[in-house]
């Protein structure tokens, strides 16, 4: 989420400058914050962006790297730099900011750029890249102000001083024993609020939340969420802490998980990024048009088998259209409700049962009123009360069918693990599709030949 | 978003607890964190939630009711409690807290609660309910850690002890002058890191991101998420300093945004709670359904133009479902694409133009790849290739359509200053039925008969 407004001028005055030369560059890029600049690198190309980056004093530099949106590939920018230029930004930046660019990049680029680095550096992103990327593993930094809980407040204050140096911010502190166990939190607060010759294990909050290394990113964001914090320990099976994830990488989580729902449930690969190019957009919704291409076949098939009856009453055809059209987005629109609440909140067996009860009441509703609109212009218009009935009768029946499967079939890939939003409108319409056809021409052909 | 799982045994336990006596269900509830006993709150009923809230201390009632999620409606439960019970534990809320909680119940409702209490809390609240909710004024809490930008580090100490006494959680230490001027910011850290005779002048960060009370809460949480802020301070047009929205807040806030996307672009209105009942439901879908009943009336008028056409060529009945329905599936995946690339990122018109071109690129390709598979199928299946030539052109028109509507639609309305997810897929599809039947059923009638 970016909110610094670029305006066109922004960009001139930085292109302009670039040719102005660097004394007014570096001049013009003292109006910006780092994560400004990032924003406005999204409108430079390759070779301005490497020329700000090699410009400006390595601490810059790398917050730039490190703020920008991962669709505009810092990865990339990062590899094409002069190698000790990117030794010094891959050392400047946070290791859980390290590691999650560098991990974008192929193999052999990532092993080039780690062997430039110190062993100490190297060894700890090897380490972090071991994490799968979707796990507060993959999310955490193993920088963070730790003290142990026999110190008294006086060395407590001097250790945390001296390890915040090398630290823009911290939040919380962390609590060990000689071994390394987490045993809890303290909050700087507390120390300093603390009387002269109290100690931390005085102070020490123990019951803090915290998480495994394997633990899903989403549930990381749910507890972060949950308790209102500003970060959460990460700690192996032995109890030791091994890092902490921050409230500001699951922000973005959050914002990532919510992009995901949205295309998923619409019928678009979750890899898709919202400003790739063409051939990206294509390989991504090209395979789910074929599916729902099949699927269309399938409801055409039963249009197919009905066609004497289409023959003999050609205003089917049109009323065929509504039905089916209504109940795709009527199920659309329960899809939306059940994908979203299953995300936010875990829902009991009981709660699952009730909300597709609930889908079925809202389309018989649903499907009445709408049925009775259309059996009005049936009567009126076509002066045929039967095919009225008919319609009547197909669309409250596609409704429920729409309020049942928008409901139920997410509920139930939840419940054998897989991803409800995967439960597209692609597949829920092909049940609209197929059931109303059947309704409307299988009770025509019953009642109205 | 919710994260501690509530097992059935939970419920049960804490059910019969209330049942055995209050001795035994304060122990059972001894084991629960405050944001966890909300959580339970949604499968106890009223009666046993307002039993629990009696029987513990305000500290931890209060927080139990500020934690619970907005569909329990925690304000009918803080309303319905003992005058006295309620007037403790608003007192104990946070202000922006009590504010949201009582701006749920209704004017005479919202008068009684404020009537009881002290006149500081009742002026401070009155004062934030005059915010609209969606703003940092509705968002923001007056509470909050201030020094005077003149003061030592030593006395600076002091008064950020004293004022914490009232507060459980601050992040950021805000600076004013004299005159109450918002000055900036500084941390604890370099409070305690400075030198023992620095002044906080030396200290403050004096170019903090800061928002006024009548910035959109949208607009809020881009700016946390941007700067990886805990807090954001909100100052007044004479920049004094009113309060701050923290980064739990702007959580809530980001969640609401993605779901009422979600939502909106399948047709439910924003107002529909996910766990609301039927009557809600269909209070928020029907009126939807019955604009898309009026549009498929429309769509439905081109096929009855066409009825002599499909009298003669019964199978483009079939046909046309086709082509309708990867129409409206492809637009709904441009529509997804789009809508949530605005809410993410402020486009120019220039990327915007570009937006448009590319989703004209996707839907030409995926409209020729999946025409032809449909070319193939008629030529073979009919055994008509003039049927497959139409097919053809209609199915890479019709995705054309869908890519430009899916995607310049939403752009135009966030132009004109409309929310773009009201560019919902039964909007979308409206074209894609429209000019689908038109497409096929017009190049038949030219090109087969």
Redesign the interface.
């Known amino acids: 989420?970016?909110?610094?407004?670029?305006d066109?001028s922004d960009v001139f005055k930085v292109k302009n400058a670039i040719l102005a030369g660097d004394e007014t560059l570096k001049i013009v890029l003292e109006e910006y914050?780092a994560?400004e600049i990032a924003i406005l690198f999204e409108r430079l190309d390759k070779s301005e962006q490497r020329h700000i980056i090699n410009l400006l004093p390595t601490e810059i530099a790398s917050e730039i790297i490190s703020e920008m949106d991962e669709e505009s590939h810092p990865e990339n920018l990062l590899f094409e730099l002069h190698p000790d230029k990117r030794t010094e930004i891959v050392e400047e930046l946070d290791y859980d900011d390290a590691t999650d660019i560098i991990s974008q990049l192929e193999d052999h680029e990532q092993k080039e750029i780690l062997e430039d680095l110190t062993e100490d550096h190297a060894s700890e992103i090897r380490n972090l890249l071991t994490y799968n990327e979707k796990t507060a593993g993959g999310l955490m930094n193993t920088e963070l102000i730790c003290v142990n809980i026999n110190l008294t407040k006086k060395d407590a204050?001097d250790e945390?001083?001296r390890q915040?140096e090398e630290m823009e911010?911290?939040?919380t502190i962390y609590v060990v024993d000689d071994d390394e166990v987490f045993k809890g939190i303290v909050?700087?607060?507390d120390i300093?609020?603390a009387k002269h010759n109290a100690k931390i294990t005085e102070l020490v909050k123990i019951?803090a939340v915290y998480v495994h290394p394997d633990t899903d990113q989403e549930?990381v964001?749910?507890?972060?969420?949950?308790?209102?914090l500003?970060s959460i320990p990460v700690i192996d099976q032995h109890q030791k802490l091994l890092g902490r994830v921050t409230?500001?990488d699951?922000?973005?989580v959050?914002?990532a998980e919510?992009?995901e729902?949205?295309?998923k449930?619409?019928?678009?690969s979750e890899d898709?990024e919202?400003?790739g190019?063409?051939v990206e957009?294509?390989k991504s919704?090209?395979p789910?048009?074929?599916i729902?291409?099949g699927t269309?076949?399938l409801?055409?098939?039963v249009?197919?088998y009905f066609?004497p009856t289409?023959?003999l009453i050609?205003?089917l055809?049109?009323?065929?259209?509504?039905i089916?059209?209504?109940g795709?987005?009527?199920a659309?629109?329960a899809?939306?409700?059940t994908?979203?609440?299953i995300s936010?909140?875990?829902l009991?067996d009981k709660q699952a049962y009730r909300t597709v009860l609930?889908?079925f009441?809202?389309g018989l509703?649903?499907g009445a009123?709408?049925g009775l609109?259309?059996f009005i212009?049936a009567f009126f218009f076509d002066g045929n009360p039967m095919l009225g009935l008919v319609i009547f009768l197909a669309m409250t029946g596609n409704l429920v069918i729409a309020g049942i499967t928008g409901a139920g079939i997410p509920l139930i890939l939840k419940r054998v693990g897989i991803d409800p939003a995967i439960a597209s409108?692609?597949i829920i319409?092909t049940f609209t599709?197929v059931f109303g056809?059947l309704l409307i021409l299988g009770l025509a052909s019953k009642l109205l030949l």
């Open positions: 989420m970016q909110s610094f407004e670029i066109k914050h994560s204050i945390i001083i915040s911010e911290f939040y909050s700087l607060k300093i609020k019951d549930e964001a749910n507890l972060i969420s949950q308790y209102n500003t409230f500001d699951v922000i973005d959050m914002e919510s992009t729902d949205i295309l449930i619409s019928g678009v898709e919202l400003s190019n063409w957009a294509v919704r090209l789910w048009l074929i729902n291409l269309a076949f409801a055409s098939s249009v197919r066609d289409i023959k050609p205003s055809a049109a009323y065929m259209t509504i089916a059209g209504m795709g987005n009527a659309t629109q899809l939306a409700v994908v979203r609440r936010l909140y875990d009991t609930k889908e009441t809202v509703i649903n009123a709408n609109i259309v212009f409108s692609i319409t599709d056809f």
